[in-house]
């Protein structure tokens, strides 16, 4: 039996000035190794600086791009969008729109015929032809104006896309393989491609099908047409996991290791049949312990003994890229193998690092400085190469320093390769082929339609065109060589720069105002595993708790009025030292409150934890607001000899009433709120979630909150009305149905006595607008996400989906699928993506609903669920919105198409609707989502990303109209509707004269 390695682990975010120290001092070459990089390194620039002007016949390569439309001028940024999304674009109405947006950002018309290459004239050309109809300008002569107005908006369509085709056609070799291949015959000096079957990640069954078929056909096809050459020779393919799996994520382990590690050793199967080179892609960080899992299944299976082409890539950005090959190593020992590794620097760095900060982890999981991931890169082609010959390493760079550096290390060995991206580096391997014509180096050539291949360009695109990248700076001929020849160490110089200065740490976040809430990262195994073993210890109490009477409502309200004075008088210096006191028992005990979001709440364990996280950062946000509102006066202006100044105090007794869909979040946001503030509080949780309520109020009394300030009273409806209409109470915070609003309004309104606040969040009837030039993709992301998560259960939930209908069909067809691939049932497993509804008498009204619908409306998607609290996430059209009269609070998503020239109409039925708490737009056209904004009077817009999980501090959340009062929580202006306001004037001269005055200078 092999020796086979235990599932791969390392630290997922491992500091970077311990990274540096390790790799600094080994960096070192000899002066002679260092002046023969020097040499290799500047001819090779040299050659990408030499331009082919003999008849301006060069093709040009994305150094020309990127030397015309630079990504840091308005003219780069809107071509990317452009070729992001216009190809995709179906109808004529949006696609004129959209081409006007963008084209009118910027100067396209000067860029026509600056540049000798081919694909940039041609492009610019086709360009500003098109800005000239967008923005008429005559030329001396009157002709090109002339020409434009007879030319008009077909003629513009026409000549954008055709650029858009343009640079497709460059960057990707064929739409299918069979153009692929004929594009890709073996011509002197190059022979060598690893092809990549482009498309998104699956969403559907069908998606993951699709691919595998694609896959499949094309190792068939390029099997056939390799010829005779034995491996490294031949060419290979590369196939992305995440594309033949729905759900390729780590919470579902279990489900992909069953599902999908058969489809791989199919295609391996398929692979070596032909001899093929097979490479599994890199993914995201979270997913790289997964896709090696899936690996190293695979791998195991002995119809893969004797073939020496299973590969994979590997990310030198990752700071675990040496732990990795340090792990397949250990899988082709085990195994007998020889296997073969891409190395590569990294895609999608700015996504890992909005992640890391997003879900407040301790560290990145990448490098925050591009001269750490040069440096990594280093340091795992020096171990790649020692590991030859079982390892066989793939170099993938466009950097003439990295070939350099790499060719000085490996020395006369040979067994390895480097690979450019078909469309970069011509001139870079070119000359590479002229010198060491024994070097051999693979083309790297993506295969798809066009349609599929934007996204990935655009990637490409920002990845090669970063002002930071050797390719932009290499075409940049301002910058001097001996700048691109500095070393990566050079530019650490010492282990305590190793980290960005302008990139917090995600635990500084919001620094220096408050610490960002720390949570967990599900894709790092011994992360998640420790989660697991600290919820599953904990006892969640579920005994029953005794409703208050009113008598006992009453006299909380008599006991809070008697604290008041004592709290209001204590310091907010020492209220928010209470409230930062709660936060960090919040974190210390996060397992406790997560097991009693689970067992009382209903909740799964990636939202427990973003419910606990949303606690946390509520009792941060509101002491470090407290400390700035209330600890001190603020100076106002005024005539000399008198002084003015205005204060914040608390105005008396608070009653709050909660949710059951935040028990945690919601509940503390309001109580710590009103405590900050001065106040002492009443607090009522919803009737479902008490025992959450208890738990968090027994955590603010040990963290310093007097017990005379905070009482808690549990109980229904009836003893929520008792407390509102109390005669002593000073203000109530309410978040929950517009109904129960409307009857706390009144029954404030009905008292004697002073008129007090009502601060109200309640629901909506949400709703997301998806336009035509939207990713499909990302729509059915971000729909599924906003609509079914929680199980619907959140009041900024999608009930709502506008879609154009020149794209309905496709994107209700994902979005159906990818609903189709949801986990449904117990939110203990940490694989259920949608747990149960709250009760038995909130599921019988998301039954009668869904009943209704199924009667009155087109059904395209009702899932399955188990017996009990559960009703599966459901789909249907309706023929007009008018038809959702209300808020159905459960995971149900009702569609309504649109045509492109009523969005007008799309616009006014969402205001018809008198709700005003999130809308979502996915569109890439600026004065579409601009126009929107303006229009609609909504709290919460979210544009092109899913529409819930607001961040406090940073999307405050509340709505207007029938969603709320406002302000919003969780923001700037939250505390004050919390108090009262006092200004204080003082004659400072009435003493007889203002002396200051008197003895003043001149």
């Known amino acids: 039996m092999p020796n086979i390695p235990p599932p791969f682990t390392a630290p997922y975010a491992p500091d970077d000035a311990e990274i540096a120290a390790r790799l600094l001092p080994a960096s070192h070459l000899s002066p002679p190794q260092e002046a023969r990089i020097d040499r290799t390194a500047t001819r090779l620039i040299e050659a990408i600086r030499k331009r082919d002007d003999r008849l301006g016949q060069s093709l040009g390569g994305v150094e020309d791009m990127l030397r015309e439309f630079a990504l840091s001028t308005k003219e780069g940024l809107a071509l990317m969008v452009l070729a992001e999304a216009l190809l995709r674009v179906p109808d004529a109405r949006t696609a004129d729109r959209f081409i006007e947006d963008k084209l009118g950002e910027g100067d396209f018309i000067h860029h026509e015929t600056r540049s000798t290459a081919f694909l940039v004239n041609a492009s610019a050309w086709a360009l500003g032809l098109s800005a000239r109809v967008i923005q008429p300008g005559e030329t001396p002569d009157g002709t090109i104006g002339r020409l434009v107005k007879r030319l008009g908006a077909p003629a513009v369509r026409t000549a954008t896309r055709q650029a858009m085709r343009l640079m497709g056609n460059h960057f990707v070799l064929g739409e299918t393989i069979e153009q692929a291949l004929e594009r890709g015959r073996p011509r002197s000096g190059q022979s060598r ?4 079957m482009l498309g998104e990640g699956a969403r559907t069954a069908a998606d993951a099908a699709r691919y595998f078929d694609a896959y499949a056909s094309a190792i068939e096809t390029i099997g056939k047409a390799a010829g005779s050459h034995p491996l490294p020779d031949r060419p290979g393919i590369s196939v992305k996991l995440s594309a033949l799996h729905p759900r390729f994520e780590a919470i579902s382990h279990a489900r992909v290791m069953r599902e999908l590690v058969p489809q791989l050793l199919d295609l391996a199967q398929r692979a070596k049949a032909h001899d093929l080179n097979f490479t599994v892609d890199a993914e995201e960080a979270d997913r790289l312990e997964l896709s090696l899992d899936v690996i190293a299944a695979t791998l195991a299976d002995s119809s893969l003994s004797g073939w020496d082409g299973f590969g994979l890539a590997i990310q030198a950005y990752q700071k675990r890229a040496s732990a990795v090959i340090d792990h397949v190593d250990a899988l082709a020992r085990a195994h007998d193998r020889k296997l073969m590794v891409r190395l590569v620097k990294g895609a999608y760095w700015d996504t890992e690092i909005k992640r890391a900060q997003e879900r407040g982890l301790d560290g990145y999981p990448v490098f925050t400085r591009k001269a750490m991931t040069d440096l990594n890169y280093v340091a795992c082609a020096a171990k790649l190469l020692a590991l030859r010959p079982r390892i066989f390493p793939q170099f993938a760079t466009h950097n003439a320093l990295t070939v350099a550096i790499v060719l000085e290390l490996a020395g006369d060995i040979g067994c390895f390769e480097f690979q450019r991206l078909h469309g970069m580096g011509e001139a870079l ?17 993506p295969v798809g339609s066009h349609r599929d291949l934007l996204a990935y360009l655009v990637r490409r695109l920002l990845e090669n065109g970063a002002n930071s990248s050797f390719v932009a700076q290499a075409a940049d001929e301002r910058v001097p060589v001996p700048a691109l020849l500095q070393r990566p160490a050079d530019a650490i110089v010492r282990p305590q720069a190793a980290t960005h200065p302008k990139i917090p740490l995600p635990a500084d976040l919001f620094a220096p105002e408050r610490r960002n809430s720390r949570g967990v990262e599900f894709g790092a195994r ?44 204590t310091p907010a210096g020492t209220r928010a030292a209470a409230l930062e ?8 005990r996060g397992a406790h409150f997560i097991a009693l979001l689970q067992a009382e709440g209903g909740k799964t364990l990636d939202d427990s934890l973003s419910e606990l996280r949303e606690a946390v950062d509520f009792c941060r946000y509101y002491a470090a607001q407290g400390r700035r509102l209330f600890g001190g006066e603020t100076a106002m202006p005024g005539p000399t000899g008198e002084s003015n100044a205005l204060a914040l105090r608390g105005r008396g007794v608070f009653v709050a009433i909660s949710p059951w869909n935040f028990p945690l979040a919601i509940f503390l946001g309001q109580v710590t709120a009103a405590l900050m503030a001065g106040n002492s509080v009443v607090a009522k949780p919803a009737e479902q979630t008490p025992r959450i309520a208890r738990e968090a109020v027994v955590l603010l009394h040990e963290a310093g909150i007097p017990a005379s300030a905070l009482h808690l009273v549990t109980g229904d409806g009836s003893i929520g009305a008792v407390l509102t209409a109390h005669r002593n109470i000073a203000g109530v915070v309410f978040t929950g149905s517009t109904e129960v609003a409307r009857a706390i309004n009144r029954t404030l309104a009905a008292k004697d006595g002073p008129i007090v606040p009502l601060i109200a969040e309640t629901g909506g009837i949400n709703a997301m607008i998806a336009d035509a030039t939207a990713l499909p993709e990302q729509v059915a992301d971000d729909v599924v996400t906003s609509a079914f998560r929680s199980a619907g259960q959140r009041c900024s939930a999608l009930r709502l989906l506008f879609v154009q209908e020149d794209v309905a069909d496709r994107m209700i067809e994902m979005i159906a699928g990818a609903a189709r691939e949801l986990k449904i049932g117990d939110p203990s497993d940490v694989a259920t993506h949608v747990g149960p509804v709250i009760d038995m008498e909130a599921k019988q009204r998301l039954d009668a609903h869904i009943a209704r619908m199924t009667a009155e409306a087109k059904l395209h998607f009702a899932g399955t669920a188990p017996e009990g609290c559960f009703v599966a996430p459901h789909i249907f059209e309706l023929k007009d919105a008018g038809q959702l009269t209300e808020e159905v609070f459960g995971p149900i998503l009702h569609v309504v198409r649109y045509r492109a020239e009523n969005l007008e109409r799309v616009l006014t039925a969402i205001e018809r609707t008198g709700y005003g708490l999130t809308l979502g737009i996915h569109s890439r056209i600026d004065d579409t989502v601009e126009a929107i904004i303006d229009r609609v009077q909504v709290g919460n817009i979210y544009v092109n990303r899913n529409m819930i999980g607001a961040v406090v501090g940073v999307q405050p959340f509340g709505g207007n109209g029938l969603s709320g009062t406002g302000p919003k929580a969780g923001g700037p202006h939250y505390l004050s509707r919390f108090a009262t306001e006092q200004t204080v004037t003082i004659n400072t001269a009435a003493a007889g004269g203002n002396a200051a005055l008197l003895a003043g200078d001149e």
Do not use: C
Request: no cysteine; glycine share 2%; charged share 25%.
């Open 581 to 588: 006191q709660a936060a960090h028992l919040l974190e210390s």
């Open 193 to 196: 491609y690893s092809f990549d």
């Open 526 to 569: 011994a992360a998640l595993d420790q989660l697991l073993t600290d919820v599953k210890a904990e006892t969640a109490d579920l005994k029953p708790i005794a409703d208050a009477t009113p008598d006992q409502a009453n006299a909380a309200v008599t006991a809070a009025r008697a604290g008041f004075a004592a709290w209001s008088r």
């Open 429 to 445: 391997y070119e000359q590479l082929a002229k010198d060491h014509p024994d070097i051999a180096y693979r083309t790297y050539a």
